[in-house]
């Protein structure tokens, strides 16, 4: 049996950082906080420490640690620094003149920093003429988790940091973008490990009145809530805290308030905790209380409505909804069809993974429930909206099953995975969305994820050059070998000393005495090559792939001449068994007196260990099954420090690796056997390390400097560097999603709706009439020299006219096209040309109308062509959008909207009936 239990858990109360003894039996019945007042000189320290933005402004962190330095390195937490200094020390502060300057500097800091109009001021000043983007008046971002700061936790892992990292960015760039998200009593568990290597959970409580957070409240002063009807006629009542994020507000809603039952308050209790009835609560919270707690914002500062909302991942779908909900009940009193269309074209989705598993999904009767419909099948829970109408929303294959992230599509007329490999691989995996178009015509595209340089690059490098400013580059090729060689074995041997502190608690922690952990003093070695492995124990990351052969993996690691030390982090969910062992098996296998000294696991994995090993770490490996990695960003964090990625082509690094800024590892993609494949893959990693990475780094100079992986660093911080940065993933977001969105918001709304009411009755004409729209044929002219003999010169032209029964639409409405290409063996037209046929008249004898289009085949070769009609409307983005595709009769699949039929492309089974020879 694996699990046991934690020894120091029985001990009677346990020392923390700080020599106090905590009591584990007896629990706070209460907590209150008790504030010294500042001296009123030092009255902006408590401005600094209630803006996250100090969590990357070294300045500011460097004013904190002043205050106090062992407090500050104890938990970089400025609240608890401020309420735990001894106020001898602030009465010194109070007259020292030369930190009053500093504070003061850092104080107008904050205000230029909040004042500055930064790149979107710019940006929004260049859209003037342009009817497709319009800078967005203001940007709501949902999320259900944020990882802004250690200090703030309410993230897990990847999900919660970019999401983070996405506040910061749009604070630095100047984005009129609001955060919403939810306030956890607890947040994600904090990981310890018994003593035996099995993975413990606790819990630790946050207390919001000692966090950076302020509670909304009206004009006099009382809290402001927002309610949502529940089954049973019973009420949810959420106040909302604020954190600010440098120019950011952040709302987060609590459910723990006296007025809700038991099972309301537990709402927030924690994040990812509970089973599916919870977790639907959770997103009803998130998505429908978020948009009130947003219009609650709006109304008490004065700030403009957003004019997009961005849900990041399924979980904040309810927000769309919602919105519905706002225009049908509202003033607007638009019909469902209308408000929904208004909804579509101003809300941005985006998917996170591609792991089946890692979708979102419910029981539709569990949704049903809170829907919580009447006797007439309308939702109590969304203001008389039609439920069956909701429920289509998040249609799935499985009749059972309401998806969260269909929904998430069909209410989101922009979308995007976080690569542009996850772009592609959602672009099959979502296909049935949109039946009848091949996987490369679904309308999903990809911003690839990128993390926050002032939170992740480490002071040394940034003290050289802010990695976002364009001269950054210049700098990086200027400067010596020697100098980047001293900042990377800085960097690691700062590592090194927090190997050790963290192994000797660790060690402490799991029952261990002192006298069994002499050896942890001396573990690691500040000049070894450092490699490290940080990632949520998820099956597909594969945290035991370089345990696949231990005995080369050993040799690797304890060559005398040329030694490897390896540092692993990484929490499994708690609920998965699997997840744990696999770390335990891990800690076991560190636990070999010939091995402790090069490799540990180190427990709890957050923001403030993350810091340490980005910097510090010489080689980042990531070895997950691809292609279930959608981006991944640790590796991203490493580079801006220098890091050497050692990954497979998975996520970002598939699009980024250059041959120059590191390895790929070799992916048995093809190989189906799951086992076959870890050994090949491992293999292929056991042979990266043997023979390129490990000679690389031992190939040292005269002076001691391993020149061309020095190079290779240069490399990565000038050229990749810039790639990874989040600021280029919110200029991305804003410029090809944001201001479309914003644009197509306005028009759609502009004269009461008209855009919206025509979009929605066109829609509605589709569900009609489209059943009835054929193409009966096409044909070519015929006189030219392209179809007489299929090996004739490129550029030769063919006119294309096909017969299109409109079924009762109008000419306007459909978009008929020409594909042209080579055919393969198959008959498959191959990466077709697509050319608009234009109306040629008609209608001809049986009252088609005819359209026609010119085309040249571009190559050589036996070509096929093949036409198509789609609905067209001034309103929509993308061709395949609605779904709706007609093929020539017998030729392809024919289908409707929100009809979830197997995905095959038209490439399959169309096309080649109609080759021209
Ligand atoms: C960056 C980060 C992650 C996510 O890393 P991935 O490579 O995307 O798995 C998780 N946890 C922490 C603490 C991080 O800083």
């Known amino acids: 049996m694996s699990h046991s239990v934690n020894r120091t858990a029985l001990a009677s109360g346990r020392s923390n950082a700080r020599g106090s003894v905590a009591y584990n039996r007896v629990k706070a019945f209460r907590r209150f906080t008790v504030r010294v007042p500042l001296p009123d000189s030092l009255a902006d320290l408590s401005a600094l420490a209630h803006n996250l933005r100090w969590s990357w402004h070294t300045p500011t962190q460097n004013i904190f640690a002043t205050v106090d330095p062992e407090l500050w390195a104890a938990d970089r937490d400025p609240l608890r620094l401020l309420s735990e200094v001894a106020p001898e020390r602030l009465a010194e502060l109070s007259t020292d003149a030369a930190f009053l300057d500093k504070l003061n500097e850092a104080a107008s800091d904050l205000e230029s920093y909040l004042a500055d109009s930064a790149w979107f001021g710019d940006y929004s000043g260049t859209l003037d003429d342009d009817p497709t983007h319009s800078p967005p008046v203001g940007i709501a971002y949902f999320s259900m988790e944020f990882g802004i700061s250690e200090v703030l936790p309410i993230y897990s892992g990847g999900l919660g940091i970019l999401a983070g990292d996405h506040l910061k960015a749009a604070s630095d760039l100047g984005l009129p973008l609001i955060g919403v998200g939810l306030f956890y009593r607890s947040g994600y568990f904090r990981q310890s490990l018994s003593h035996d290597g099995w993975q413990i959970e606790r819990y630790p409580v946050n207390d919001p009145t000692a966090l950076p957070l302020t509670l909304l409240t009206d004009g006099e002063g009382a809290p402001v809530t927002i309610t949502i009807p529940m089954p049973g006629s019973r009420v949810l009542t959420a106040q909302i805290w604020v954190a600010t994020v440098g120019r950011i507000p952040l709302l987060l809603l609590d459910s723990d308030l006296a007025g809700n039952d038991e099972e309301l308050r537990a709402i927030t209790d924690r994040l990812y905790g509970g089973d599916q009835n919870h977790r639907i609560k959770q997103e009803i919270l998130l998505g429908i209380g978020g948009t009130r707690a947003i219009r609650e914002y709006v109304r008490l500062t004065g700030r403009a409505q957003p004019s997009v909302f961005h849900m990041n991942e399924g979980h904040a779908g309810f927000l769309g909804v919602e919105r519905i909900r706002e225009l049908v009940t509202g003033p607007e009193a638009l019909d469902f069809d209308t408000a929904e269309s ?18 979102d999904r419910f029981p539709v009767d569990l949704v049903r429930y809170y829907l919580d419909p009447d006797t007439e099948g309308r939702s109590r829970l969304l203001g008389g909206l039609d439920t069956a109408t909701v429920l289509d929303l998040g249609d799935e294959a499985d009749p059972n099953i309401f998806n969260m992230a269909h929904m998430g599509f069909r209410l989101g007329q922009r979308s995007n995975g976080v690569s542009e490999l996850h772009g592609e691989v959602s672009r099959a995996m979502f296909a049935d969305l949109w039946p009848g178009f091949d996987a490369d015509e679904v309308p999903i595209g990809s911003v690839t994820n990128g993390v926050h340089g002032p939170t992740w690059v480490a002071p040394a490098w940034q003290h050289l050059t802010d990695p976002d400013s364009p001269s950054a580059e210049a700098v990086y090729r200027e400067l010596t070998a020697e100098k980047i060689w001293t900042q990377r074995n800085d960097l690691r041997a700062e590592l090194v000393d927090e190997v050790r502190r963290r192994a000797l608690a660790s060690g402490r922690d799991r029952g261990f005495t002192d006298a069994e952990l002499g050896w942890t003093t001396d573990i690691f070695d500040p000049n070894a090559l450092t490699i490290g492995f940080a990632r949520r124990a998820a099956t597909y990351k594969r945290l035991t792939l370089m345990l696949r052969d231990p005995d080369r993996l050993r040799a690797i690691l304890t060559n005398p001449d040329r030694p490897v030390q390896l540092v692993i982090a990484g929490k499994a969910h708690p609920a998965d068994d699997g997840g744990k062992s696999l770390i335990q098996q891990v800690v076991r296998f560190t636990e070999d007196p010939d091995l402790r000294d090069r490799m540990i696991f180190l427990p709890d994995y957050d923001i403030s260990m993350a810091r340490h090993i ?270 709706f595709v007609r093929y020539p009769s017998g030729t392809a699949e024919d289908a409707g909207p929100g009809v979830v039929i197997t995905a095959s492309g038209y490439g399959a089974t169309g096309a080649a009936a109609v080759t021209s020879s």
């Not at 001691?704 to 919110?730: C, D, F, N, Y």
Request: glycine residues 10%; hydrophobic residues 40%; contains cysteine.
């Open 342 to 359: 208004v909804v579509r074209a101003s809300n941005v989705f985006t998917t996170h993974t591609p792991v089946p598993a890692g979708i």
């Open 614 to 883: 980005y910097a510090g770490c010489d080689v980042w490996l990531n070895n997950p099954v691809r292609p279930l990695e959608a981006c991944g960003t640790s590796g991203m964090k490493s580079a801006l420090n220098g890091g050497l990625n050692l990954s497979i082509l998975d996520g970002w690094w598939d699009e980024m690796a250059d041959g120059e800024n590191g390895w790929a590892i070799g992916s048995a993609e093809g190989v189906t056997d799951e086992h076959r494949r870890d050994d090949l893959e491992a293999q292929a990693l056991y042979e990266l390390l043997e023979e390129s990475v490990i000679p690389l780094f031992y190939g040292r100079d005269e002076a001691g400097i391993p020149q061309r992986w020095v190079e290779m660093v240069r490399h990565t911080l000038a050229e990749l560097g810039p790639k990874v940065l989040a600021s280029r993933m919110v200029r991305d977001y804003t410029t090809a999603l944001y201001a479309p969105a914003a644009s197509s918001f306005e028009l759609i709304c502009a004269d009461d709706y008209a855009g919206a009411r025509d979009l929605a009755g066109f829609r509605g004409q589709l569900n009609q009439r489209w059943g009835a729209v054929q193409i009966l044929g096409v044909e070519d002219s015929g006189s030219d020299a392209a179809t007489a003999d299929p090996e004739s010169t490129p550029g030769a032209s063919v006119t294309l006219t096909a017969h299109v029964e409109l079924g009762g639409l109008t000419p306007e409405r459909v978009a008929v096209q020409a594909l042209v290409g080579r055919v393969s063996a198959e008959g498959d037209i191959l990466d077709p040309t697509i050319t608009e046929m234009a109306p040629t008249g008609g209608p001809d004898a049986s009252g088609r109308t005819l359209f026609s289009a010119v085309v040249s085949p571009r190559h050589s070769g036996r070509h096929g062509y093949t036409a198509r009609v789609l609905p067209k409307h001034p309103n929509l983005t993308d061709d395949a959008e609605l779904g």
